[in-house]
């Protein structure tokens, strides 16, 4: 069974910075896709930034130049590096990967979440 662990969440002030992990487990074929998620109170699960096995990354306008999202292949492992926080950034994120079990099995998985809290 695959699973996706997220880390690295906590609280921290306006300014500051926090690096989330997520990590895939399980007899995986192949991880095409991988993104950040985040759900705020009362607001709708955004994309937050997204890496294709090919390298190619993507972020949404809120955090570009503020977050980063990279991998690490041998590990099955996505990062996303938050700099510059902001108490809007305050949200549950969410770790999602499109993979494949094999060469014709291809599912897409939601890690559990873990809480980012910026304050003022």
């Known amino acids: 069974q695959v699973q996706l662990v997220e880390s690295g969440g906590g609280l921290v002030q306006a300014g500051g910075s926090l690096r989330l992990s997520c990590a895939a487990s399980?007899?995986?074929?192949?991880?095409?896709?991988m993104r950040w998620y985040r759900q705020a109170p009362g607001k709708q699960r955004e994309l937050v930034a997204g890496?294709?096995?090919?390298?190619?990354?993507n972020y949404a306008d809120s955090v570009k130049g503020r977050f980063t999202i990279s991998r690490d292949n041998a590990k099955n492992t996505v990062y996303l590096q938050m700099n510059s926080l902001k108490p809007e950034d305050t949200a549950v994120y969410y770790c999602?990967?499109?993979?494949?079990?094999?060469?014709?099995?291809?599912?897409?998985?939601w890690g559990q979440g873990t809480q980012v809290t910026v304050s003022s």
């Open positions: 999602n990967a499109d993979l494949m079990l094999s060469p014709r099995e291809l599912y897409t998985y």
């Open positions: 399980g007899k995986i074929f192949r991880i095409n896709v």
């Open positions: 890496i294709t096995s090919g390298g190619s990354t």
